[in-house]
């Protein structure tokens, strides 16, 4: 089982930045895809980034593609995701997210039930 321990969240201003990490344990993660996610009051979970461990392809949703980077440090275990130009919509609780393996489609890669493993959550605020 993979553990992911998510840190970094905050309160922020509008255009502001803060970066997040996820550190995982209990896995090789090279044929792992790390993912963030993120979770509004009120709304279903959506889709943020992710990255393939061993290539280090990306995927990013349209709402953040130029604002948000996310990477990984394979000394570390440890993902991140830099986010900038914060806007109060990017407001949300983040979620990490794992699994081994590549999907047949890339699509799976935004879907949030082809995920196995998740953190806990880190509160982001980004105020008006």
């Known amino acids: 089982q993979v553990q992911l321990v998510e840190s970094g969240g905050g309160l922020v201003q509008a255009g502001g930045s803060l970066r997040l990490s996820c550190a995982a344990s209990?896995?090789?993660?090279?044929?792992?895809?790390m993912a963030w996610f993120r979770q509004a009051p009120g709304k279903e979970r959506e889709f943020v980034a992710a990255?393939?461990?061993?290539?280090?392809?990306?995927y990013y949703a349209d709402s953040v593609r130029g604002r948000f980077t996310i990477s990984r440090d394979n000394a570390k275990n440890t993902v991140y995701l830099e986010m900038n130009s914060l806007k109060p919509e990017d407001t949300a609780v983040y979620y990490c997210?794992?699994?081994?393996?590549?999907?047949?489609?890339?699509?799976?890669?935004?879907?949030?039930?082809?995920?196995?493993?998740w953190g806990q959550g880190t509160q982001v605020t980004v105020s008006s």
């Open positions: 209990g896995r090789t993660f090279s044929t792992y895809t």
């Open positions: 990255i393939r461990w061993s290539s280090g392809n990306t």
């Open positions: 997210a794992a699994r081994s393996g590549t999907a047949f489609y890339t699509e799976n890669y935004y879907a949030d039930r082809w995920y196995d493993s």
